[in-house]
């Protein structure tokens, strides 16, 4: 069983930067991929970032939309995964959650965390 709880969303003007955390508990927390999604008022989950096991090396993976402005990184020591975020857009306005998917393909959710860009 593995616990996830994000933190730090707000309110940023448009080019703006914020970092969120995704605190991991439980045990094994290496062997998961981790991920980013979002997801805005009346759309999809869609995602935007993930970061492959410790085991599979680290593999980064980002949705087009947001490459180049933000990075996925995870401090297995902190059993942690960071998403820093810069030159925000209006458009990155949603509720972020943070992802953990076992080997076996199941998945853990934390409660999301919201981020509004807005001036």
């Known amino acids: 069983q593995v616990q996830l709880v994000e933190s730090g969303g707000g309110l940023v003007q448009p080019g703006g930067s914020l970092r969120l955390s995704c605190a991991a508990s439980g045990s094994s927390f290496s062997i998961y991929a981790m991920g980013w999604y979002r997801q805005a008022p009346g759309k999809e989950r869609d995602l935007v970032a993930t970061?492959?096991?410790?085991?599979?090396?680290?593999?980064?993976n980002y949705a087009d939309s947001v490459k180049g402005r933000f990075t996925i990184s995870r401090d297995t020591a902190k059993n942690t995964v960071y998403l820093q975020m810069n030159s925000l857009k209006p458009e990155d306005t949603a509720v972020y959650y943070c992802n953990a998917k076992h080997p076996l393909r199941y998945s853990y959710w934390g409660q999301g965390t919201q981020v509004t860009v807005s001036s």
């Open positions: 970061i492959s096991s410790v085991s599979s090396g680290g593999i980064l």
